[in-house]
């Protein structure tokens, strides 16, 4: 081998050295970028999944809510009926109340004419 040979395989030798170097910085860095994007995938799946459930909580607690409100006007239409319910039946109870009021007066006064008509007569 001559030394221009010699001198030429270490120049290539030193050449191989430094592209070996650059190929395993370059693989380094898209480990690292992979890694990163792995770990950004990742915390992006874990955000997306925490919004989900977020949703469905939000989903149940607005079912829960509407179905609170149902019963509430429900159990308010109950008692809105049963209120007019007792003000008919005070009404129709005050009817008869008057009406045995005004019996009683009538058959009051009856009693008194009667009364009178057979107490013996003082002169």
């Known amino acids: ?60 607690i607005r079912e829960q809510r509407d179905r609170a409100e149902q019963e509430r006007n429900e159990e308010r239409d109950i008692h809105e009926r049963q209120i007019a319910e007792y003000k008919m039946k005070l009404h129709s109870l005050e009817n008869d109340m008057e009406k045995l009021r005004v019996s009683v007066i009538v058959l009051s006064s009856k009693s008194c004419c009667w009364c009178w008509a057979y107490l013996p007569r003082i002169h």
Request: glycine share 2%; proline share 2%; aromatic share 2%.
């Open 1 to 60: 081998m001559t030394p221009k040979q010699k001198k030429q395989i270490d120049n290539l030798e030193e050449l191989l050295k430094e592209k070996d170097n650059q190929v395993d910085v370059v693989r380094a860095r898209l480990n690292a970028f992979q890694a990163h994007h792995s770990t950004s995938e990742g915390a992006m799946t874990s955000l997306e999944d925490a919004i989900n459930d977020k949703d469905k909580q939000i989903q149940q």
